[in-house]
T-cell receptor
């Protein structure tokens, strides 16, 4: 089955300590998305890749960076996590055929 | 900026009843999609309706789209306890396929 896999499911990091979240996909799609979802809020697009072309949303803080070394993998780096960055981070790619996106299970980030 | 606004924010119904959720949006769209999210999990795609379509069915799901009113509704018929989740509408606009999500509706189905 086509899948998007996020690791880890839960991540605890210290205030200001860099953290990396990972995502992989088996759909071999050229587009990948990272969303941030805070409690009881809408998922908010941080950035997306079209192949290796990186597209940052205008209001995504500089604290958030991303890398996509190949089609399958994408990483979200938070350089200096603050308490306000605690959230669920969701990775997605396009399913194709008019079936929207396939999302991973998400990584729940806690900042202490 | 948020595009979709779902209504109501929370809905509680008895198993077997129908659940209707509404979504309104502000700008022209290419398509509108509905997703389900179980607590603490990722989003699962339910159905996509294109801007030139008015109604679509998938199993117990029925989606309508009224582009003149910039609104959509999701109907879940014969609800089950397993339908308990949050439901989000998301709109796709422009040449790219980026989705903008609403805040979601929390549906509780009582056994």
């Amino acid at each position: 089955d086509a899948m998007v896999i996020q690791n880890p499911r839960y991540q605890v990091t210290q205030f200001g300590k860099p953290v990396t979240l990972s995502c992989s996909q088996t759909l071999n799609h050229n587009v990948m998305y990272w969303y941030q979802q805070k409690s009881s809020q809408a998922p908010k697009l941080l950035f997306h890749y079209y192949d290796k072309d990186f597209n940052n949303e205008a209001d995504t803080p500089d604290n958030f960076q991303s890398r996509r070394p190949n089609t399958s993998f994408c990483f979200l780096d938070i350089r200096s996590p603050g308490l306000g960055d605690a959230a669920m981070y969701l990775c997605a790619t396009e399913t194709g055929g008019g079936y929207g996106y396939t999302f991973g299970s998400g990584t729940r980030l806690t900042v202490v | 900026s948020q595009q979709g606004e779902e209504d109501p924010q929370a809905l509680s119904i008895q198993e077997g009843e129908n659940a209707t959720m509404n979504c309104s949006y502000k700008t022209s769209i290419n398509n509108l999609q509905w997703y389900r999210q179980n607590s603490g999990r990722g989003l699962v795609h339910l159905i996509l309706i294109r801007s030139n379509e008015r109604e679509k069915h998938s199993g117990r799901l029925r989606v309508t789209l009224d582009t003149s009113k910039k609104s959509s509704s999701l109907l879940i018929t014969a609800s089950r306890a397993a339908d308990t989740a949050s439901y989000f509408c998301a709109t796709g606009t422009g040449a790219n396929s980026k989705l903008t999500f609403g805040k979601g509706i929390t549906l509780s189905v009582r056994p």
